[in-house]
């Protein structure tokens, strides 16, 4: 798919990897419609002829209203990237159940809904593409948020049906998973704090500038998957191949210690 000039509605818009695909997406001459919660981060992306909405699109109303003013202002959508999501660092055993039904809330029936109200506009025009990001988290289950696995499982999945459903009317659907990403999804999530092993791995994480690179790549040439950064398809080959091992290791890091 060809960027320049397509109407993009991207969700998350004002930080972290969201922030980056609308630098990303402009550079490549797309139009933009974007939300988020933090309505002053949102006004600080983006250029001039940038759509705001800011509102949290776990609300119906948000998400009907964001997809009204984004037919109204460019009278088409291209591109839906639901790119808002949360993590939960919690127990599948005693989770609390608000914080599971707000995960899943936002990372899974959001982009659902959001999914449901765009594609009569892509159908007419016979095109379109749905960019879902998960996490390689939704492609092996990490022990330290379990849930959050779940829903991201669940979201690669919406993506695979919705890629086979929507094929005869020219719109096309993408998983992105990224890895770690330098953000601030950490301190965004619900739940206690991961291991120490896993703060420690921040490290190695990529830029959210390297994840919309990916991102942009994936749609122009219509992968079905983007797996960023590449060698984290290793680690997801591995967890297929030898899934006791991973497991194990996997285990072992959810198990070291936690800093208050």
Excluded at 199 to 221: D, F, M, S, W
Excluded at 228 to 254: D, M, N, T
Aim: one cysteine or more; glycine letters at 8%.
């Amino acid at each position: 798919m060809q960027i320049k000039d397509r109407v993009v509605l991207m969700t998350g818009a004002s930080e972290g990897i969201g922030a980056a695909c609308v630098r990303a997406f402009e550079k490549r001459g797309a139009r933009l419609s974007l939300v988020a919660r933090n309505s002053e981060r949102l006004a600080a992306v983006g250029g001039p002829d940038v759509l705001r909405t800011a509102g949290d699109i776990t609300s119906a109303e948000i998400r009907r209203n964001v997809v009204t003013r984004t037919i109204e202002r460019f009278g088409q959508i291209d591109i839906l990237v639901n790119n808002a999501g949360m993590g939960l660092y919690s127990p599948a055993g005693s989770a609390p159940m608000d914080e599971v039904r707000r995960l899943f809330e936002l990372n899974l029936f959001a982009p659902l809904e959001l999914t449901q109200l765009v594609i009569p506009y892509m159908r007419a025009r016979r095109q379109g593409a749905i960019v879902n990001v998960s996490s390689i988290a939704g492609k092996v289950t990490l022990p330290w948020f379990p849930l959050y696995s779940a829903s991201k499982f669940a979201l690669g999945s919406l993506t695979d049906g919705l890629r086979m459903d929507l094929k005869p009317f020219g719109i096309h659907a993408m998983t992105v998973c990224p890895g770690y990403v330098k953000t601030e999804f950490q301190a965004h999530a619900l739940g206690t704090r991961p291991p120490d092993a896993i703060v420690k791995g921040q490290q190695y994480a990529i830029t959210p500038e390297e994840c919309a690179g990916a991102i942009i790549r994936g749609l122009e040439r219509d992968a079905r998957t983007v797996v960023a950064p590449r060698i984290g398809w290793i680690f997801i080959a591995l967890s297929r191949l030898f899934p006791r091992l991973v497991e194990s290791k996997l285990a072992a890091i959810s198990q070291s210690p936690v800093s208050a």
